[in-house]
Each structure stands twice: as C-alpha cells, then as structure tokens.
C-alpha cells in the first residue's frame, strides 16, 4: 500500500529513490506529457465555459486523479516510490533556505536573481538531466524565485480558517464561488494553493507548473487537506449532485481519462494513505 | 461543445463588425452574445513599449486564436499571449496564471516581466 508521507521526515535512501524515479520519466519522454496535460487544462478552464481541472468543483479530484496517475508512472519505475506532501503552512516562508526540501540532495534552492535559473539540485540545468520542452517560451532551464518580493507562504491559521468551512463548493461553481473548495484553491479569501504556486515563481507561476517537480509535493498537500476537511466534515459531499452545465457533477466522469468521475475518487484510502 | 459554438460565434461578429468598418469594441449583437458569458465589457485596446517590448492589447477577435478567448487578444512582440478574464473581471495569462492582476495590460506588463527578456513561443494551433 502507497504511504505518502510529509517531504520533512523522508530518509536520504527515500530522495534519492524519488529523485531517480522524477528523471528516469522525465528521460523516456513520459514526463512532459503530463506538463502537457496540465498546461491544456489550465488554458480551456473557463470561470464561463467547459470547466475541469481548475476554478470549479472537480479542481480537487481531477487533481487527484492526476497525481494517482502520475504517482502510477513513478511507481513502474520503482514500485518503492510514493509521492510526497509538502506542508507549506509549517515549513517558514522566511526560512526556505533551511528547509530540507530545497536543499541540493532533494529539489534545489531557488533561481539565481539574474534569470531566475536554478543552480543547485538534481533538476538544475547544468545537470543536462532536465530540459523544460513544454513552455511558453524558449527557455529550457528550470526556473524559481522563491519568496521573491517578500512574498510570504500561507499560515497554518490560514489553513484552518478554510478548512472550517462547511460546504464543500457553491454556485456559481467557479473562481468566483464561496466554500471550501474555492478558499483552498485560492481565487477567493486568504488564498492557500494559487499562493503557494506564485511564491515558489518561476516555472510554478505558469500553466506549464508541473514543469517543476514541486508541483507534485505542492499538490498532494493540498490532496491531503481535501482529506482532513472531510474528515471533520463527515456530513458534507460533493457538490454539485446534478444537472450543471460546463461542470462536473458527482457522478460524472473526467476528463481526460473518462474513468472515474468524483464519488469515485471521494475516498483515498483504496489507492494511498497518508502518514499522519 | 457549447464554449466553442460561441466563440465560433463571436468571432463570426467580430469578423463581420470589422468588414462593415465598425472601429474597435465588438457590434452589439457581439457584445450581447458575451455578455452571456461575460459580465463586463470588453477593456480598452493598448498598445505600448514596456520594458522595451512592444505590448498591444486588442478586443478584435479576429486577430487572436484563443483556445477559449475572452473575445480580447493581448500580444507581447506580436506574438499572441494567452490571457483569460475571471469571473470577477480581473486577468491571468499563461505565463502567470495563479496570480489575478486589474486588466489585460497589467497582465501583459506580469508576462513581461516574468519572461525577463525571453520571447514567447506561438499558441499552439489545436
């Protein structure tokens, strides 16, 4: 059974299997797809139109199915890997540096201020081992800016201030919506996910996010907090039941992979287990 | 898929407003046509130098290929950039997606900085 655990308390031996399993996809070609993947999604949700993998209800499940397949690829490189969280709420905004996450035997500190390229790390471009082949533009270093403009992580009060809330999602079931799912995804309130993308910068401020293997750690904490707000919500569900255009409702299915539809991805526990 | 029915919709308006030489902003049957999807008027067009690149602003349809179009086009060195309006009329573009900014020419003015000099590759076309 997959256990994800927090990226703080991983030993050596398990960044270092992790690390081998994020650049063996990334050389046989399977990794960009799901940069690909992402960016599409990311440029046909509409707060308007046809809504899936961001601003609407299915944000979360379609991201959980998303890192299940992507947890699936590392996995069938080595069956030992499972994706790690990562608590940004616990681990200091202002002490990046001393987090172990961003240390140079895991993910990489952040770009230098020049052009933003990341220097340090098993992902650093002068490794040769990760060139960014989906973007916008012609850059093909990974890029950071960790903090910059004194930009500050969301706080663990913040993080319960959100959680607190009821109702899973309301109309009009977009990034104007109040609930839940629209606080966690950050267009409205306190802002917990979009800010985390923004203050690691860089690749992680674009459509092309995944590009940076952050992404990963970045949402299955945000996967995690799904699962603790229903924990403390054992009453509330999924909304919208039926009926919603341009919206994924409980019982139907996603897209891309038109599988699984979000009653089927309510409970983690049949595919992974969290640590604490 | 109803999204493209109406863009496909759009753009016929806008094709149409621009031949009957009707400057700028969409015809009213356009702009009614939007409204449905979108709460506010189309912004101003801009056309600037920032940072000493060219950034233009255009809510001519015609000119851009969005993949889901705000019926606005923002270019950065005439290169279009993929820009979206949310529900609350603020602006993302792709190359700063998570962090909503007042209008079309601020969202240009992010991309600009964020490239840092780099160009920007064409949308892709499907």
């Given amino acids: 059974m997959t256990v994800r655990k927090n990226q703080a308390s991983l030993t050596a031996e398990e960044k270092r299997r992790f690390v081998a399993a994020l650049l063996e996809l990334k050389r046989s070609g399977r990794y960009d797809e799901f940069v690909t993947t992402h960016?599409?999604?990311?440029?046909?949700?509409?707060?308007?139109?046809e809504r899936t993998g961001h601003r609407s209800p299915s944000f979360l499940p379609w991201h959980r199915r998303f890192l299940l397949e992507f947890e699936?690829?590392?996995?069938s490189v080595d069956a030992s890997v499972?994706?790690?969280?990562?608590d940004w709420s616990s681990d200091g905004s202002g002490a990046w540096a001393r987090s172990s996450l961003w240390a140079s035997d895991f993910l990489g500190g952040s770009g230098r201020s020049r052009d933003g390229r990341v220097t340090d790390g098993p992902f650093a471009a002068a490794t040769g081992n990760w060139p960014i082949t989906v973007g916008v533009d012609g850059r093909t270093y990974l890029r950071r800016a960790l903090g910059a403009g004194g930009r500050t992580l969301p706080t663990p009060a913040e993080v319960e201030s959100v959680l607190s809330m009821s109702t899973y999602d309301m109309p009009p079931w977009n990034s104007a919506s109040d609930g839940?799912?629209?606080h966690l995804e950050g267009w409205r309130g306190v802002n917990l996910h979009n800010r985390v993308h923004v203050w690691v910068g860089g690749h992680m401020a674009t459509g092309a996010s995944p590009n940076d293997p952050v992404?990963?750690?970045?949402?299955?904490?945000?996967?995690?907090?799904?699962?603790?707000?229903?924990?403390?919500h054992p009453g509330s569900g999924y909304l919208p039941a039926a009926g919603t255009p341009d919206v994924v409702d409980l019982h139907e299915t996603m897209r891309p992979w038109h599988d699984m539809s979000p009653a089927d991805l309510l409970d983690h526990t049949p595919?992974?287990?969290?640590?604490? | 898929m109803p999204e493209l029915s109406r863009r496909r919709a759009l753009t016929t308006a806008a094709a149409l407003a621009t031949a009957a030489g009707v400057p700028s902003a969409l015809a009213p049957s356009a702009r009614a046509a939007g409204a449905a999807g979108h709460r506010h008027g189309s912004p101003a067009d801009f056309d600037e130098v920032y940072r000493g690149r060219r950034i233009r602003g255009t809510s001519s349809a015609a000119g851009g290929h969005h993949h889901h179009g705000p019926g606005y086009a923002v270019f950065v060195d005439d290169v279009e950039l993929h820009v979206m309006r949310n529900a609350d009329g603020s602006w993302i573009s792709v190359v700063s997606h998570y962090d909503p900014v007042p209008t079309p020419r601020a969202a240009a003015r992010a991309a600009v900085d964020e490239l840092q000099g780099a160009p920007l590759l064409p949308l892709p076309s499907n």
């Fill in chain 1, 39 to 49: 960016n599409a999604f990311i440029m046909s949700d509409t707060d308007h139109g």
């Fill in chain 1, 72 to 75: 699936r690829a590392l996995q």
């Fill in chain 1, 82 to 86: 499972a994706l790690p969280y990562w």
């Fill in chain 1, 180 to 182: 839940f799912r629209n």
């Fill in chain 1, 215 to 232: 992404f990963w750690l970045h949402h299955a904490y945000v996967d995690k907090l799904w699962a603790e707000w229903q924990r403390r």
């Fill in chain 1, 271 to 276: 595919h992974y287990t969290f640590d604490a």
